[in-house]
């Protein structure tokens, strides 16, 4: 603090005391006789508020023979302070043509706008003062606002001793310059006035002495107990706060679109000109954020979306209408993930492919609605009713083949291979066997025959085993040796 300000400071702290010490019990609030017990107390809180004053003050207050204050020195009073959202004690003139000036001394201590959100309430009409509103009414203007005094907004423990600093300060400004309504009373304070009040060139408009007033905040609360006090109510401001905002939005959009529109582009246009990367910035900050607290999480497909915007994309996709209904769907078919395909190439490919020996089948437990091979959940029989024959074929087949001996397999295989050969000897665009691995993509299915055409044979035909004696021939006798065995192996139960 400069040695101006300390000599400011030391009048005005010395002149509140007084108006305090001076004003009856029952004219003030009980809060200012419990805190600021003595005149130390005062100073001490101001000190640790870190007062500021308004230029030109000093000159104004220490005139070796006080010139009457004018309205111009008023108008001088600035209000251009780094952040309009701290406290202070604050001055309003008044003009009309023809008509005594008007001032008002008030202050602003709001908890979250400070004096700004104060002065702003003149500019919209909103709970002004008694007789400030009048002069309004009867054609003044508020031609200034300016700050008398001020400091930083203080944190929520010092909210209340502070806040009843300001009030004091604020009475003591009033009762200094006389901007009281009333011009002979004094209010058992016009000693603190250092002019004669009726040689004053303006008119107060301050119907009353600021401590008498109701003061917001609890003086029985600790600090902890203000701070988490103030965290509360933030929230529930915040959230007020919200949906303000949202009930005009629709309310404009509703009424007053176009000019609503314009008026909201024009704004946004000004400020990413003056600040071209800031958006961008904090847009990738808010998808960082919200990918890391997976705030956009779609559950169903395990995918992390940055903005609410994104999620509602995906969920449009097909993607995830297939997820969402397989989730639901009771008949699937797991290794295929697809559904209502029993009777197609690629389920008996993959039936083929599922198919396990006796000793890993003998500890499977089939069910009538589950099969094992194919996974399927079910309840109606008849959906299954391919799956279930291509898997009894195949259980057979591989239980036949298993009891040969090397030699009968080889035999076997072999016209197994000569089948192949043969039935897709019919069908040029087929490019896959019996004993030929699954390819990775579904293979182009040949034609249909012709009308009138012989059904080729298919690959479960192929494997079923043949009751007819084969012709005499290499391929017959193979065959015939592959029946044998089987005829020998049948006393083997088949697996169901």
């Not at 009048?134 to 907004?153: E, T």
Request: proline share 5%; net charge positive; charged share 25%.
């Amino acid at each position: 603090m400069s040695s101006d300000e300390a000599t400011v400071s030391e009048i005005v702290l010395s002149a509140a005391w007084t108006c305090l010490s001076g004003t009856r019990f029952q004219q003030k609030n009980v809060y200012f006789d419990q805190v600021f017990i003595s005149e130390d107390d005062l100073r001490d809180v101001a000190s640790d508020a870190s007062l500021a004053f308004a230029p030109g003050l000093l000159d104004v207050l220490q005139a070796a023979s006080p010139p009457l204050p004018t309205m111009n020195f008023f108008k001088t009073v600035t209000t251009d302070t780094s952040d309009l959202r701290w406290w202070g004690v604050y001055a309003l003139v008044l003009k009309k043509a023809g008509c005594r000036p008007m001032l008002y001394i008030g202050s602003g201590t709001s908890t979250f706008g400070g004096v700004r959100a104060r002065l702003k309430q003149y500019d919209d009409g909103f709970l002004l003062p008694q007789y400030v509103a009048k002069a309004l009414d009867d054609g003044f203007d508020i031609v200034h606002k300016g700050l008398l005094c001020w400091i930083p907004r203080p944190p929520a423990s010092k909210v209340p001793f502070r806040r009843l600093l300001f009030y004091g300060l604020e009475a003591t400004f009033a009762f200094m310059f006389w901007a009281m309504k009333a011009r002979l009373g004094d209010y058992g304070m016009g000693h603190i006035c250092r002019w004669d009040r009726r040689m004053l060139e303006y008119d107060g408009v301050c119907s009353h002495s600021a401590l008498r007033d109701g003061i917001h905040g609890d003086f029985t609360l600790s600090a902890e107990q203000l701070e988490a006090f103030a965290v509360e109510r933030e929230k529930k401001r915040l959230a007020l706060k919200a949906e303000n905002a949202t009930n005009y939005h629709y309310k404009q959009i509703h009424t007053n679109y176009d000019d609503y529109i314009g008026q909201s582009s024009a704004r946004v246009a000004k400020s990413r000109a003056n600040d071209p990367g800031r958006d961008k910035k904090r847009q990738a900050d808010r998808i960082e954020k919200a990918e890391a607290e997976r705030a956009f999480y779609c559950e169903r497909c395990d995918i992390v979306c940055g903005t609410k915007q994104r999620l509602a994309n995906h969920e449009k996709t097909p993607k995830h209408a297939r997820k969402e209904f397989e989730s639901a769907n009771p008949f699937i078919c797991a290794p295929c993930n697809l559904t209502r395909h029993e009777k197609s190439l690629r389920h008996i490919q993959n039936v083929e492919k599922s198919t396990m020996s006796i000793s890993d089948q003998s500890v499977v437990s089939r069910t009538e609605s589950a099969p094992s091979i194919c996974g399927v959940s079910t309840q109606l029989k008849s959906t299954m009713s391919a799956t279930t024959t291509s898997e009894s074929t195949m259980s057979e087949s591989t239980l036949s083949d298993s009891t040969m001996s090397f030699s009968d397999q080889s035999a076997v295989s072999s016209a197994k291979s000569a089948l192949s050969v043969r039935d897709t000897s019919a069908r040029p665009k087929s490019t896959w066997s019996i004993s030929a691995p699954v390819a990775a993509k579904r293979p182009q299915s040949a034609p249909g025959p012709a009308p009138g055409a012989k059904r080729q044979r298919s690959i479960l035909d192929m494997l079923r085993p043949k009751s007819t004696k084969p012709k005499s021939t290499k391929l017959g006798s193979a065959m015939a040796e592959s029946t044998t065995t089987e005829e020998s192996t049948s006393s083997v139960p088949a697996l169901i």
